[in-house]
């Protein structure tokens, strides 16, 4: 048996006292849901948690998708019809886009199958089952292994516990730690790669308010796509192929027509990311004092850039959508946790409960679990510089300049040539970077790059050590007198890498000077720099420090459930399927502050500033909102649009399916209030509140305003009290 079912004291009484938020911190895997069912019910659940994970028949989980890597959706329609958030297809659709044809401004709605749009690289990914298999590990693992020995030891213990589920099948399957390694899960996964394309809406529906509206409440974004998966004709996975068909699921979610009800019950299923519900006070400290505040200055530098470039024409804004809406997205998002973790008092919160911990582990006899506290000051205190150059490495080189990134796809022909040229293999591997070039280029401005370079550069340095700082960074002194914004000026102007036809000129024939001309060239030369840097001086002693610092955490994990037993504990998020629930609510997130529930298309009208970047709206949904044509799916005169509920939830909980007590669809998931950010960190039920668009606005959009009922008749609708009336749509008045 796991740690974390280890649970006694039930807050029943909060969910009966009116005005008190029935919200609930946690998120509870879905094996696991028997042994809160009964918290479940009292809360509002109507249905068993077999209906919800079961092993025997068809069940909800069986409708959560992982959608590529790192977003959620859900199975709506018999024949593989999938959605999830705008944002969450916003690579694919952006990639369906140019200038000619482009689907983020207009939308876009497949009339037949045959429309649909392939998404190379794109997968659907089920969980066909997860079991705790800490029995078959942990007590194994002999003590005093380094942590390398002890992934050593892991992986080889999992191999045949894989095995064994997986042979014979098309499954796969991993065995993953949770709660810092204190017990280990198999989860074993269906993949599809053949996942099309079938309706977005504009980006005036599913992206609006932009960056300005995004992080906050009230909203009023129509944020969700479909997607359809196909499969082989015997129903099973099959390579992206024009003779797949569309898959057969297992389980359809029905959607409630009634939508979401206030104060109703809600739960939501999906993949949540990553959380870190258990710090100690050093890891807060240095995010709240180092680590937010240097990510958040980095960034702000480039949106500065990249905003600016967005607006002056029609061509970067498509450029650099999807890059622009992932550097802020993280952006906005710690500057809400800062400021939440501040008002939470989150710091000395961790400080009072490490000195209980530590009294109560004195008064247990258990001088091992009070000593892993200041062992994990330490391992904070020696880390510090390395993880601050590793967060200063993944901000510039994956958030920065992209020619740092660009410039390493060459890494082979620079450092492996001797190799690759005694195989004669030179020439093919020049070809293969110069097929991949085009994507690159597609979306790539040597200006706004340049910008990027330059606007960073400074603040990188500012932070980062010298004994850690790249050696060609040498060169800004040395050769242009610490002028930084010389030193860039000087490397693309000289660089092959800032254009298509200078790298086609170098590789093509690829001989020996073309190998030289990329050894020499300066962006290169400068990408290396940063990548040996960071693989030779950080890397290395930023993972033993880490080691560290998981090996204290596991230790301390378990002593917090072993010395407050009363306390109940969820381990942290690790993208594998999860439960939350609480109700439809809203919330009071500061003083003389009040958020409501839910948003109408009366707000969306209230924003509309035409010809806005984030706020202009598309004719035809002013149009239906001036005549009311909301059909089946609005609500005395209004249509509801977006709407909170107290659910835990964190990245990666983007496009799950919020639902009702009885497993019906009420809404999707796409982001949480400002205020609610730090949740990731620590939880506050009378603040945290996730935002989920109503699924009624969504029907909405697919029949009144893209006019694509269509997709209608593949869904199951459902209305009123239980059991429900199956309601045929499009309903057409
Ligand atoms: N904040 C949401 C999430 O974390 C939505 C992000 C996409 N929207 C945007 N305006 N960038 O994914
Ligand atoms: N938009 C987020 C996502 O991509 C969900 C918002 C959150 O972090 O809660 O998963």
Known sequence: MTLFLLR???PILLVLIPGVASAHEGMWLPTLLKSIEGDLRTAGLRITAEDIYSLNQGSIKDAIVLFGGGCTAEVIGEQGLIMTNHHCGFSQIQRHSSVERDLLKDGFWAAGRSDELGNEGLTATFV???EDVTDRIVPQLTPGLSEAQLREAVARLSEPIVREAVDGTHHAAVVRPFNYGNSYYIIVTETFRDVRLVGAPPSAIGKFGGDTDNWMWPRHTGDFSLFRIYAGPDNKPADPSPANIPWTP???LPIALDGPQEGGFAMIFGFPGSTQRYLTSYAVRHIQEVQDPMRIAMRRASLEVIDQAMRSSDRTRIQYAAKQASISNAYKKWIGELRGIKELGTLAGKVAYEERYIARARAAGKEDLAAVLPQLEAAYGQVAPYA????????MVFYGPEVLRFADRFRVLVEDLDKLQASGGAQAEADK??????????DFDVEVDKRVFKALLPIYREHLGPELQPGVLDEIDKRFRGNMDAWVDDLYARSALVSPEKMEKLLKPFNARSAKALQADPLIRVSRSFFRNFLEEVRPAHATLSDSIEAGMRTYVSGMMELFPEVTYWPDANSTLRLSYGSVEGSEPRDAVVYGTFTTLDGVMDKYIPGDPEFDLPQRLIDLHAAKDYGAYGVDGTMPVCFTSSLHTTGGNSGSPVLNGHGELIGINFDRSWESTM??????????RNISMDVRYILFIIDKYAGAAHLLEEMRVVKGTHPPRTIPLPIHR
């Open 8 to 10: 006694r004291c039930i």
């Open 128 to 130: 066909v089952r997860m």
């Open 250 to 252: 297992r389980y359809v």
């Open 388 to 395: 601050i150059a590793r967060d200063l490495f993944v901000e």
């Open 433 to 442: 970077q110069l097929a991949a070039m085009a994507a690159f280029y597609k």
């Open 679 to 688: 949740s990731d960190i620590q939880f506050d039920p009378a603040k945290c």
